[in-house]
């Protein structure tokens, strides 16, 4: 096994164990012999990594929201100071949409975060308008969308139209139980992607990233 | 020609692991009676008569063989003062968390006479219980104490408590657990035939198997003990595989099952032993046409039927609104067609 696998592989057990000590001493360690560059890549690996697990069963949600959790502090800790603002990255909005239900868009928003995104939380319960003025006002490029239930999910096409009518340039990544279980719902509604699970979300944005250059 | 069975003669003999004249249809039709009598679902919950109205009424247009009395999940977050947010055309959720991990030290066991929510389904229950006459089961429901907490405390700060306070866990799981064996006693001295323990969080997609055997399981154990009369534990279409003998270990006799693990594999692991309730998807139905509901329907009497110890239903619990009623007369077409045993 490869040294970075082996990292990889440390890690992935850390973070399911939540064990914040190991998770820190293995990302403090990297940082120093391998920079800051290389924490983010190994830590998003771990993430997908873990996220893949969940939705095949291997893993469960805790474990992935505890994973989430600890990355973003870890990485909190020892990123240089603004290291965020010197990144490129689009920003991204986060919202959960007339649901009450906001566990899965944390978990998405601290895996995002722990990749060096800038992340925007519009909050839960928005409604169409509040999501138009929310991408007008933070000039997000990228909307994540996260719903529990099934009405909320059917309504996402009603906010993707209108976005589509005010905002064209906006990528919109739909996710949440209803698009899980029926698997041709993000197409219905409109949305440009979707997520069957949180550790998916690095491959959309890589993939919208190449779209919006 | 024999007289068919009653709809609680061919439970029964399917809880037996026999094969009854057809297959058991449990169309789990709450939030679907508002629907039917073209109130919202906010109007529809808060008179008891509306309710028994629609479970009769649905009941024969939809050849189903059980009344469910569950109205929705956050009625039991009311008891602690919870307030329930009413959508128009959608079921009901909790509004905010209703203590923090704080408040569980002052947290007591509410008296559910005192519960409006609560008590409105043990009135329809009593209702329906003389019009069924013991020839159709009635379905009563709680949340189990493990689960609960999700709606009393948030899903974040519960996996906070469950991970990083097991003192207050303990506390809360006390008190959960008295309210739940209270509310699901109630339900059968008013007339359940059985109660529906939901407790998505014992699936490990939720919680690591490890976690949940040194914390929810023993509480899980111990409640269903206490409950006076048969359970049907269902995991609201969480996976069941990897914690399937610990759920038979609880005595539950039904165990309901989702849609991301085959039936048939649960069959085998199951077989004799605890009988299935599934799993049709529900969140597909509103897409379904009708040649898809029956096709569906066919596909799962096959795998998981013969020999008995198996109900049809969805894979969740509950049928959403936006299901078109053709797709479940559809289902309940379908059921006549290869529901016959032999299958
Ligand atoms: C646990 C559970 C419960 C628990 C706790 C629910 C809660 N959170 O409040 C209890 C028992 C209390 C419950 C009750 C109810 N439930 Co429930 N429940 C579930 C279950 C099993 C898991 C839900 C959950 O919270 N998962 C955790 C979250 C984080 O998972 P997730 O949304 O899938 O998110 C993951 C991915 O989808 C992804 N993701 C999420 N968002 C995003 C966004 C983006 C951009 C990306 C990339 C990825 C992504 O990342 C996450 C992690 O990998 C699901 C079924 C299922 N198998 O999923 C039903 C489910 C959510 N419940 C459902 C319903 C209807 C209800 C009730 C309304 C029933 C009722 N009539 O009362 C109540 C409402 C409760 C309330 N809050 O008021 C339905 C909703 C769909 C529908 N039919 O409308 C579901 C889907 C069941 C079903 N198969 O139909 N439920």
Redesign the pocket.
Known sequence: MSEDLEKKQQLVRALVSVDKSAVSEILSTEFTTKGIDHVADTLQQALEEI?TA??NGSMS?AQ?YMSGVISEEILNSILPANYLSKLTQPKIGTAVFLD??N???K??SSLVRSAGYPVVDLGVGVNVDNVIDFIGKEEIKIL???V????SALAVEELIQEIARTYPDVKI?????????DTNLSEKVGAHE????????FE?LSRLKRELI | MTTPMTSMERVLCSLSHNEPDRVPLFLLL??YGARESGLSPKEYFSKPDNVVKYQLFMKEKYRNDCFYT?S???AETEAWGGEVLFPAE?????GKPVFTIDGIDRLYVPDIQQVPSLMRVLEVTKQLATKAKGEIPIIGVV?SPF??P??QLG?ETYLQLLYFDQPRFIQLMKINKQFCQTWANAQLEAGATAICY?N??C?T??IEKSLYLSTGYPVDRATIAAIKGPVATH????RVVPIVNEIIETGSQILGV?I?ESVDLIEKKTKGKITLLGNLN??EMPNWSEETASDKVREVIQQAAPGGGFILSD??G?I?WQVPEKVLISISDAVEEYGYYPV
Request: net charge negative.
């Open positions: 996220g969940w939705e949600l992935v009450h239900h566990l899965g868009m978990i998405v994540l969308i996260s529990l239930m099934l009405p990544v739909v996710g949440g139980a209803p698009f899980r279980l979707m997520g069957k699970n949180a550790g998916e979300i959309i | 709450s939030l569950f929705y999940a956050a959608g079921p009901p959720n909790a949340m689960s609960l999700v709606m899903f939901f998505p969080l699936s997609d939720i995991l609201a279409s969480g989702g991301d529900g969140v894979s969740h509950e959403p």
